[in-house]
DNA sequence: TTGAAAGCGCTAACAA
DNA sequence: TTGTTAGCGCTTTCAA
């Protein structure tokens, strides 16, 4: 930098104001640094200007699992309110493994980003809140509560009751929930399907899982172990889904005939034609554009009460559900 | 640090190294040194670890597409590799706009890691070049060459006589391609279906698509508008594919019964049982991992010649390919 | 094994 | 509008 300012004729400072685009400059002063940036091959130290201008107008962004498409959504939205702030976005991805991903988070505050935003969080509660002790973060769709710590959250009780009143107005009354692992984080969606049916009269039926096609795959192993085969199953998300479709189909069942199928995300995957699916719509896209947005409003005023943004959900019906096989045919 | 140097009743750089992990510190004042940092609730800022240090123990990967899952399973390739050397990865992914890349990248380059992989990078060979100039640079299934650029690459023509042998084994002549975008940077794909036509006395059939579902929509809207249609596709990728069979389905045409389709990657998606696409494996998991170790050996001796890895390929035979109509009923 | 001193490349008052 | 002067928080010789 110095070697610019030099070869303009100019201060350092002159530079680091052109180089970032300052408007006080005059344009001579301006052309002259461009032109003897250009020459010198010369390129901004980004860690540099961090480590001195202590912003860094960067969010970071965790997402757990690259291989669930529902992220890509996030990480759309969460770009596009980011770039519209003039926010870049950093991003590291765990390959689902729970006990990395606090390793992770760790290595973006370390970073210094100016803000966290979480994408599928099943770590440590604790460590979360050291964090926001000092950098805010936004936890989307795991409910993690604590000073400096927004949420960005569906209506799980409003999703549950769409679900299974769809699955019971169709004769549906055998209706298993493949559940994500137990986590303080993401209990909710499991809680909210044992209300709803209990307010329907049923009787909830739990089955362990966990946020991949696996869970899925190995609720149907389970059913087969048993005998005790459900009408209708409603997976924790649409891999999860996905992961009960491919199972039943490989043993020779039929969906929807022999059991219907439910997921939540409304991704990609639920939409192939040939898959179908018949999921809760969560707006994955709208969820990280709001948690980007309550982190740069959070950034601007950290003292700021927490606050709890609740996106609306939709049942989105299409191939995977219809009435049980006894009262269909 | 000064605190926590006061603290423990040692200088600072003796703090350094124990934060560092050093082995060259006695047990006595290790021990200090932690307590000190626990009492304080000290926490290591990387920013200016990095500015000092120079090196970052970073390696910063790029991926343009966070909807295509063929990135999920390179990525993975690139931490398996980095961990094991000590590495961490950050990540930048575009929503896909070929222009905003160099922007991403510079990013990446300005936060200092120490090399970068690039997946799917389809900008600029020129602002790579300028990169590599000072910062190591492999390119993953992209063909950019000059000095400080390592390329992994899989075997083009081979993969192009895999589909095409097995199309043209199955009776299939009229066999189209939906291409990827002209670029430099993929150009080997379309020439090599060519190639392998050609060498079958086949006559090469392209239609532009590109690197999404929506290139294979295109296709099929394109086969439907002219009224010209193929007995066999190949995409692309996976995901383009994906596309083509998707719009098939929603126009009542079968696959493989009216048309056959084929696909590169081997992605989740292509493993879906009501997909079972045909398709070229690429090891998307290994070149990840080649890439991220011929970008560390790099770090290492920057000076070194470019290398090439080739991943070999192969055909994974599904659902989605059998002899056309005509011949097959 | 430990400490002192000299930066890493930039930004941010403040003064001119 | 531009230049001067201090750092940002850490690492790294080098000497003790």
Redesign the pocket.
């Known amino acids: 930098?110095?070697d610019v300012?030099e070869r303009a004729?100019?201060?350092?400072?002159?530079?680091?104001?052109v180089?970032?685009g300052s408007?006080?400059?005059?344009d001579?002063?301006?052309a002259a640094v461009l032109e003897a940036i250009e020459e010198l091959g010369?390129?901004?130290?980004a860690?540099?200007?961090r480590?001195?201008?202590?912003?860094t107008r960067t969010l970071g962004l965790l997402l757990s699992d690259l291989h669930n498409p529902v992220f890509a959504d996030v990480h759309d939205g969460v770009v596009e309110a980011a770039r519209a702030e003039g926010f870049e976005v950093l991003l590291v991805a765990g390959p689902g493994d729970v006990r990395r991903e606090s390793a992770l988070l760790e290595r973006l505050v370390t970073l210094q980003v100016d803000a966290l935003v979480l994408a599928g969080y099943a770590g440590d509660g604790d460590a979360l809140r050291r964090i926001a002790e000092h950098t805010p973060v936004v936890a989307v769709n795991r409910r993690i509560d604590g000073p400096g710590i927004d949420l960005v959250v569906t209506d799980e009780t409003a999703s549950a009751v769409l679900v299974v009143d769809h699955l019971a107005g169709l004769g549906h009354r055998r209706i298993a929930h493949v559940a994500s692992p137990r986590s303080d984080a993401f209990q909710y969606r499991r809680a909210a399907y044992e209300q709803a049916m209990a307010a329907r009269g049923l009787d909830p039926w739990i089955v362990e899982g966990d946020l991949t096609a696996h869970g899925g795959r190995a609720a149907v192993a389970t059913f087969a172990r048993t005998g005790d085969w459900p009408s209708a199953v409603v997976a924790h998300n649409d891999v999860s889904a996905v992961g009960v479709m491919s199972a039943l189909q490989e043993r020779g069942l039929a969906v929807p005939r022999d059991v219907s199928v439910v997921g939540y995300d409304d991704t990609d995957l639920a939409r192939l034609p040939s898959i179908a699916l018949t999921t809760i719509e969560q707006h994955a896209h709208d969820q990280g554009r709001s948690a980007a947005r309550m982190a740069i409003a959070r950034i601007a005023d950290p003292e700021r009460q927490s606050r709890t943004v609740v996106i609306p959900t939709r049942l989105v019906v299409r191939a995977t559900t219809r009435e049980p096989a006894s009262i269909g045919t």
Request: glycine share 4%; no cysteine; aromatic share 4%.
């Open positions: 930098m110095a300012a004729g100019v201060s350092r400072s002159l530079v680091s104001l180089v970032r408007p006080l400059v005059s001579a002063r301006r010369y390129r901004h130290n860690i540099a200007s480590l001195a201008a202590k912003s």
